[in-house]
């Protein structure tokens, strides 16, 4: 792959590459960090590129791929971050509705099991088909609906108890 090519198809997945670990790590430095590191690793071995059909998965693959060996050594005990730290960052777009909305959602998100966190990340943030889905997930398609609906379900229910947890908090 030559270096306009990588800059047409690669660098613009950078954004996608780095919400896409944030949602699996949960600390945007740690994103950044893998997100950076997976750039350049593609950049020096881009020449492998060439053969592959979808660059978009393959590099989505490749992020999901480094995020869950950070994750194995963050078990291992190599490394101990706030889970919450990488969203606690303020927008500096919206207003403090809209801030609060989302960090609410952000929060009920993590507290899915990483797997439905994952897919529902993919499919409703970053708006990849199921079919591209199941590729980078390695299921098959109804699968990866059945992960879908169980996440959005599990997010409706940690939402709403989240939800009822601040207007039990107000009244006090």
């Not at 090519?5 to 994103?31: I, T």
């Not at 490749?62 to 078990?75: G, I, T």
């Not at 207007?167 to 006090?172: C, G, L, M, Y």
Request: proline share 2%; with cysteine; hydrophobic share 35%.
């Amino acid at each position: 792959m030559k270096e306009i090519e990588f800059d047409r198809y690669v660098v613009p997945l950078r954004d996608r590459m780095f919400r896409y670990a944030q949602s699996l790590l949960l600390c945007a430095d740690e994103a950044e960090d893998v997100t950076h590191d997976l750039l350049e690793r593609l950049w020096r071995e881009r020449s492998r590129l060439d053969g592959c059909r979808n660059i978009a998965s393959f590099v989505m693959t490749a992020v999901r791929n480094r995020c869950y060996d950070n994750l194995r050594r963050r078990r291992a005990g190599e490394r101990r971050d706030d889970v919450l730290a990488g969203w606690a960052e303020r927008s500096s777009s919206g207003g403090a509705e809209q801030w609060e909305a989302r960090d609410l959602v952000r929060r009920a998100m993590a507290e899915l099991p990483q797997r439905q966190r994952e897919v529902l990340h993919l499919k409703d943030i970053e708006g990849y088909p199921t079919h591209e889905i199941a590729g980078m997930v390695a299921c098959d398609e109804a699968q990866v609906r059945v992960i879908l609906s169980r996440a959005r379900s599990g997010l409706r229910e940690v939402l709403k108890k989240m939800m009822d947890d601040e207007r039990a908090e107000r009244k006090d």
